[in-house]
Structure formats: structure tokens, C-alpha cells
């Protein structure tokens, strides 16, 4: 053990279920190891303004099976700034708080790799977010949850899309990668999916919707990431069709931020409760500026700055599942 006496905890970025079971998970670690914990509310802009409060094991009773984040979380664009960055270092000193564990995205991991490379404070990230967009993990926490949202909402479009014989363009959130879409469309029986991993090309869209009728299909799901490149967006995307194929009545539902919300499930619960622990032990063990994740059921750390730069690739063998899954 070194000299860490104060760990400070925060959410950062997009929210996402299972931010609290990680909060609750590094308080109760610090409970554990007689280490004391401080909770900072809105992320960076907390950290700026000095809004922190004492946690112990008693102050996270009951927050395992909530969404959101009881700490709150909002992006800073004073903290950017170097002024910004100098504040909130003032801030932790006076606190006395010598280490931190962030929360978040690759957002919120490029802003701790710049504050320690300017003030060497012990940093250590834990992801969180529904995306699954970072490099270093097969899974974020979030993640599990976003995907049972949405395979769930998609499984109730299916009931009115087949009673009425529609077309439903269904778009999953997913600006920069299709995990989301990717899974939930396979594991929905979606009769096609678009990703921005993939330009599946109008043309081909098309032809694999005319196949679909002529199978005898009365009604089809697509699911759409929205960073998909097919085409500019789902709505535009959706009149193509209907323009193209006058056969079809179609319609656009889009699943939006509910899928941020609800209560966790049990992997995410699980997978945040490992990864808080592991975080505390880290910096309680001199460790600094890498992130916790988990690999073949078995925490990992990489370097902050591979996790933010690496690439988290999506899995050729589900798109050629999802493939042969839409013949």
C-alpha cells in the first residue's frame, strides 16, 4: 500500500445503468481498505467548483439496482481550459484528496490523461457507457442493459409491424460504433441491419427488401445505428424506401435516450461491482492513468490513452451471422 488516503469518485459524460453499482462499488472498496472516499458531483464541472461530498459504505445503501447516476454527471467546457484544469487541482488540494476514479467515456478519459500529465495525480478509469465503444474491454458497464432496452422494445414493434404489415425502420443509439445495433438486430431477428462499421449501400438495401416480400415476409424490421451510413438520416432513409417500394407501408421509431435509462441488469450490476473494486486496489497499489475492463470473464488494465486512441472492433463472425440470419 502507498500513501493514498483520500479517493475521490466521479460520473462523467453520457449516463449510463450501472454508474451507481460502480459509485457504490469504489466506496464500499475504500470502506474495505480504511481508505476515505469523497464524492464529486457533475463530473469535471464539480471538480471546478469544489462540489464534493464524504461518502461511506451506508451513504450507497440501495443504489445497486438504480439507473442513472447519484452523483450526477455533466460535460465542463471550462475544464478544457487550462484555467479550468488549475481550479479543479485547487480544488482536490484543499480537499486533500490524492487520487481519482473517473467514470465515463473516452471523453471523460482524455480530460484525466491531460489532468495527470499536467499535475501527476493519480487517475484511474472505469467505462461507462451503452455504446461499447472502448478499446481495452469487451464490454462497458451500460452496455448490457442498452442492449436488453432495446431488443425488448424491438420485439414489441414486431407485434404492430406484423399485425399491420409494415416496415418499421427502427434506429439504436450508436453514433460512432454499431454494437448496439449490431446485437440487438441479431438477437431481435432484425431483416437487416445498418452500422457505421458498414455501408451496406441503397441499392443493396433495397434488393434485400424485395427478397424479403418475395420470401413471403408481410412485415420487416430494420434496425439502424444513428451514425449509420447508408444514408443521411433514418427519416430520409425510410422515404427512399418508400418511394422505391410503394408495396411497403413504412414507419420510423426511434428509440432514442430511453435506452440510458432503467434499471441495470444483473451482468452490468456484476461487471461494475468487479471493476470498482479492482479500481481502488489499483491506486491503493501505486498504479495510475490506466483503465479497468474485463476480457475472457477476467479484469484487465490498459493504458488511458490506448483506450482512448485504440479501436474496439466490431466482430466480423456476428455480421456474418447477422448475414445468414437475413436470408
Known sequence: MNNIKKIAVM??????PGMNAAIRSVVRACAYYKTECIGIYRGYQGMIDGDFVNLNARSVNNIINKGGTILKSARSTLFRTKAGRALAYEHLQKSQIDALVVIGGDGSFTGGVVFNKEYNFPIIGIPGTIDNDIFGTSHTIGYDTALNTA???IDKIRDTASSHKRL?????MGRDAGFIALNAGVGSGAEEILIPEENL???????SL?????????????VVAEGHKTGENVYQLAKYVEDNLPEYEVRVSVLGHMQRGGSPSCFDRVLASRLGVKAVELLLEGKSNVMVGIKDN?????DLEKAIKGNHEISIELLKVSDIMTT
Open 201 to 207: 449501400g441503397l441499392d443493396r438495401l433495397l434488393q
Open 168 to 172: 418499421f425502420f427502427v434506429e439504436v
Open 298 to 302: 477476467s479484469v484487465i488494465i490498459t
Open 210 to 222: 424485395k427478397k424479403s416480400k418475395k420470401s413471403g415476409k408481410s412485415s420487416s424490421i430494420v
Open 151 to 153: 431488443v425488448e422494445a
Open 11 to 16: 460520473t462523467s459524460g453520457g449516463d449510463s
